[in-house]
């Protein structure tokens, strides 16, 4: 039987990305002793008072049909939220409700970009991008993030790429999978570039409250002078330890809003109720776990760049936010994707080859720095000594 075309495009993505996660796991189901550092989920369980929050919100009787746009309540809780972070006046029909920032992601890219289009994005980039792009129809072109900037997008980089096809640029700060955040400096001149081009700035900043100590966020939607050209996803899937709750949206000007409304309620019309509730709570109150996950993400992150810099060749890019950290391998001889299947089966730690991310990674992996601190060190032993092994072997 016939499929569309958004299946053909789509087709063949995401499976040999995951090898070595998958292979892991098996090896892990059969009894090996693996260590997984391949996947990031938080390192805490959903906040039991928001769980509660949504068990009564259901008892209430809250599991009807939303607002096409999402429960009034949360939508002015967020637009509270952000007329404070950006320092701009924004209201309820700044907001659209989704399933989570990757429905966000989806629906908006549907929103801005068709075939024959392009959407510039950073090469590395997270996972699922590519998917999201092509199912628009438009055409993925990868902008380089170069380590000798810190993995942040640079304004000329993007200028060498951007053609008469191009419709937005897709920024993602604090980024996956570096923990990058772009400056305020890299964000104007981004913004200025967009201007010129009349480009679209989709940001997703799902990690934006989990910024280690030393950095400093700030969203491209407080920069006055372009932010009407500018479209932030997240949800509280990362910030409040709630990835299965699926509750995230998007803010944006009313007028792209009241046009990509009629899209949104053709995919889902609105959030659940009960979730909405609880995602009110979540975006009022703050976080009772971000500020913990901060810090012992950070600390890892730490520990693993001062343990590879001290005893091994082995360079790590350190962290500004998030939850993982590039390790860059080629001081091994091999390439990110070996590297990660060489360490899995003769040392027992699944990492993520860097290739999964973007071509510019071939020689990294990622880690993710959410394993608890016993196993975490565990890992780190295992991760020198594979290193030892094979320098010897190299040398």
């Known amino acids: 039987m016939r499929m569309t075309d958004v299946t053909r495009r789509l087709a063949g993505l995401g499976g040999a990305k995951w090898e070595v996660h998958l292979t892991a796991r098996e090896m892990i189901a059969a009894g090996a002793d693996i260590i997984e550092m391949t996947i990031g989920e938080p390192d805490v369980p959903t906040p039991e008072a928001l769980m509660q929050t949504a068990g009564a919100a259901m008892m209430a009787g809250r599991t009807g049909y939303s607002d096409g746009r999402g429960e009034a309540n949360l939508r002015q809780a967020l637009a509270t939220r952000y ?32 075939h024959g289009d392009e959407v510039l994005v950073g090469d590395p980039m997270y996972a699922t991008y590519e998917g999201v792009i092509r199912a628009s129809g438009a055409d993925m072109v990868p902008v380089p993030l170069r380590p000798e ?18 419709r937005a640029i897709l920024l993602t700060t604090p980024h996956n999978p570096t923990g990058s955040i772009l400056t305020v400096e890299d964000l104007d001149a981004i913004g200025r570039l967009a201007e010129v081009h009349d480009l679209w700035i989709i940001s997703d900043e799902v990690y934006e409250q989990l910024v280690f100590d030393a950095a400093e966020f700030v969203s491209p939607l407080a920069r006055a002078a372009f932010a009407e050209r500018v479209i932030v996803v997240s949800s509280i899937s990362k910030s409040h330890a709630a990835p299965g709750f699926r509750s995230g949206w998007c803010i944006a000007s009313t007028a792209f809003c009241d046009g990509l409304l009629p899209l949104s309620e053709t995919m889902l019309f609105g959030n659940q109720p009960f979730i909405a509730d609880m995602t009110e709570q979540a975006v009022r109150e703050g976080s009772p776990v971000a500020e913990g996950m901060r810090r012992r993400f950070a600390a890892r992150a730490a520990k ?22 590039m ?9 990110g994707d070996a590297y990660a299947q060489d360490l899995l089966h003769s040392a027992g730690v699944a990492v993520m080859p860097g290739s999964s991310f973007g071509e510019s990674l071939r020689g990294w992996v990622r880690v993710a ?16 000594d594979h290193a030892s092994r094979t320098s010897a072997e190299v040398a």
């Open 149 to 166: 900037h810190g993995f942040r997008m640079q304004a000329d980089d993007i200028a060498e790429k951007i053609t008469p096809r191009s």
């Open 304 to 325: 693993l760049a001062e343990r590879l810099h001290r005893d091994t060749a082995l360079r790590v890019h350190s962290p500004e936010a998030g939850m993982f950290a």
């Open 369 to 384: 720095l959410t394993i608890e601190d016993d196993a975490f060190d565990r890992a780190l032993t295992r991760i020198v």
């Open 83 to 114: 007329s404070a972070s950006t320092g701009r006046a924004l209201g309820p029909n700044n907001v659209l409700c989704f399933p989570g920032t990757q429905t966000a992601l989806y629906a908006v890219l549907m929103g801005v970009a068709e």
């Open 327 to 335: 390790i860059d391998v080629a001081a091994t001889g091999l390439d």
